[in-house]
Nanobody
């Protein structure tokens, strides 16, 4: 089992910045993917940015403003969000793709509990 703990959300004015952090803990062989998704009220959860085997994929809406980075030694992923807009308001979720050994390698997907980001003046 893997637990993901997020931090760093809050209220910020348009144009401001926030940095989200997510730390994975538990028992696993390795984490091959860590990233961020978000869900605004009444909308589906969507990809923000994810790092899979060292390759980063980002949503077009955040390119040039948001940067995802990983600290593999600490099993952490970060999301630096700059030039925030009201439309970035959402609950941000950390996601991890993890390998476990259960007789053979199996992959599992885990989600954090979410952290609220509100962009408003």
């Amino acid at each position: 089992q893997v637990r993901l703990e997020e931090s760093g959300g809050g209220l910020v004015q348009p144009g401001g910045s926030l940095r989200l952090s997510c730390e994975a803990s538990g028992s696993f062989v390795r984490i091959f993917e860590m990233g961020w998704y978000r869900q605004a009220p009444g909308q589906q959860r969507e990809l923000v940015a994810t790092i899979n085997e060292g390759r980063t994929t980002s949503a077009d809406s955040v390119k040039g403003r948001f940067t995802a980075t990983r600290d593999n030694a600490k099993n952490m992923v970060f999301l630096q969000m700059n030039n925030l807009r009201p439309e970035d308001t959402a609950v941000y979720y950390c996601k991890a793709g993890v390998e476990h050994y259960i007789g053979s390698i199996v992959e599992r997907e885990y989600w954090g509990q979410g952290t609220q980001v509100t962009v408003a003046s």
